[in-house]
């Protein structure tokens, strides 16, 4: 089994609903799909930027052995860490998935029945909005850098975005704070898990879009630019209605109390 290979998905949620439009352009068809989730409601508390260091310059083969057996020991599931006789080993790491902004899917591939052969369907663009607590466990190995779990994550959910456009974050909870410290791409997430131990609030990684202030839109493609400016459009005019349904509703209140209040005599 190649690292990657095994993995495991949850969906935080107890429910979704979308939608979806396409365009009438003849060279360009584009679907949308919204997912809305419902969550647990819990104290909102702050994030903050901070180096919380769990690296070590390297681990013995006789450490790395000791580190496995703790954690294993700790661990509530079968999810356990094997060791190789090489001194490498093998585990997994949970991701979970922060984004803000929709990733976009492959085309869809168009059989066509009457010459019997597959026809792609070009410039055919599907973007969707995965929901903010999905949850996705990989099969990785020691070995295993940052930017390769990032490029798998996306790998199984067919996600065709550039993986530059996306980070791992270590997450962790102390006096009810949130800190979270972007990883390098060659940081080894697996290494990162052993030293910190299984419990998720001392460690955890979350995937999200790289912030940089602004968003950088030059990093996207035409397409996706005009998805966005569609799904901001669509955003606005629903806006705009339920201000309007409010004012109509308080206005004809208004009207209604008038009727009943007497004229001064």
Not at 166 to 182: H, I, P, T
Not at 226 to 240: A, P, T
Not at 244 to 264: C, G, H, Q
Request: proline share 4%; charged share 30%; aromatic share 10%.
């Amino acid at each position: 089994m190649t690292d990657c290979e095994l993995f495991e998905m949850t969906w935080g949620s107890s429910g979704s609903s979308g939608y979806c439009s396409q365009s009438d352009s003849e060279h360009e068809l584009e679907q949308f799909y919204t997912a809305r989730t419902s969550f647990r409601k819990t104290k909102k508390r702050k994030e903050k930027d901070e180096l919380v260091d769990w690296r070590k310059p390297e681990l013995s083969v006789s450490e790395v052995q000791q580190k496995v057996k703790e954690y294993n020991a700790q661990v509530n599931s079968n999810l356990f860490m094997v060791l190789n006789r090489d001194g490498s080993y093998t585990g997994f790491i949970k991701v979970q998935f922060k984004l803000a902004r929709p990733v976009s899917l492959p085309p869809p591939q168009i059989t066509s029945s009457s010459s019997g052969r597959e026809h792609k369907a070009l410039k055919r663009r599907t973007s969707f909005y995965l929901p903010r607590d999905t949850v996705k466990h990989l099969h990785v190995s020691s070995s295993t850098r940052a930017k390769e779990v990032i490029q798998a994550l996306l790998k199984k959910f067919t996600v065709v975005d550039n993986p530059a456009k996306f980070s791992l974050f270590e997450r962790s909870e102390r006096q009810n704070q949130v800190y979270l410290r972007k990883l390098a791409d060659d940081e080894r997430p697996l290494f990162l898990r052993l030293c910190a131990g299984p419990n998720e609030k001392v460690l955890s990684l979350v995937l999200k879009e790289n912030e940089t202030g602004e968003v950088n839109w030059d990093a996207f493609s035409f397409p996706e630019i005009q998805n966005f400016l569609r799904i901001l459009q669509r955003e606005e005019e629903d806006h705009v209605r339920q201000i309007v349904r409010r004012y109509a509703v308080a206005r004809d209140k208004m009207k209604e109390a008038l009727k009943n209040v007497s004229t001064p005599g």
